[in-house]
């Protein structure tokens, strides 16, 4: 794991606070903190998301947030995740493997960034399995699935331009048969 977050809380507020509002200044943090393939994915999601906020009247700024940092413990080792999950979310620790991250990213991100945005933190909880009906929440579950590095052909996207809820369900739906077979790591 990359320390270059952790030595965040050693900046004074107003430092700390100028970094979270420079998207540039906040995307080269996160940038340090991952591989350059799981960036680019934060990057398509971020712009995606972007995308559905504006048809869908939800708050640009909120979305490329939640979009860039979505996955920002993704790469941490299994233990760190478990570790995190005993302190702060002990109902999630049975959770699969490739879901863990999206409980722990917002935990990680209140304790390290002092990251505080709610709407923000309960799309990034909640974009593995979506369980909240935040329309910022649906938007970063669709962009997670379906940004366009994952190259899935399906109406999905489309869809969700029109309507939402309808792709969200039926994203709901692929993903729950998608786990079904064992496919965990997403």
């Not at 977050?5 to 340090?32: A, Y």
């Not at 972007?50 to 708050?59: F, P, T």
């Not at 996955?71 to 620790?93: A, H, N, T, V």
């Not at 991250?101 to 933190?121: P, Q, R």
Request: glycine share 4%.
């Amino acid at each position: 794991m990359k320390n270059t977050i952790d030595n965040f809380r050693l900046l004074n507020s107003k430092q700390r606070s100028f970094i979270l509002n420079d998207d540039q200044l906040l995307s080269d943090l996160v940038r340090t903190n991952m591989s350059e393939k799981r960036f680019r994915h934060s990057l398509g999601v971020a712009k995606l998301a972007m995308e559905l906020a504006i048809k869908h009247h939800v708050n640009i700024h909120q979305a490329y947030l939640a979009g860039l940092l979505h996955d920002i413990s993704k790469e941490f080792p299994e233990q760190w995740q478990d570790e995190y999950l005993k302190y702060y979310d002990k109902d999630k620790l049975n959770a699969p493997e490739g879901v863990k991250h999206s409980y722990t990213a917002k935990y990680y991100l209140k304790e390290k960034l002092g990251f505080n945005d709610k709407d923000v933190l309960n799309a990034i909880y909640n974009h593995t399995i979506c369980e909240s009906n935040a329309k910022l929440a649906k938007i970063i579950y669709i962009a997670d699935k379906r940004e366009e590095g994952r190259h899935i052909d399906d109406d999905i996207v489309e869809m969700a331009f029109i309507d939402l809820d309808k792709a969200f369900h039926k994203l709901e739906e692929n993903v729950a048969d998608y786990l079904k077979e064992g496919n965990i790591n997403g």
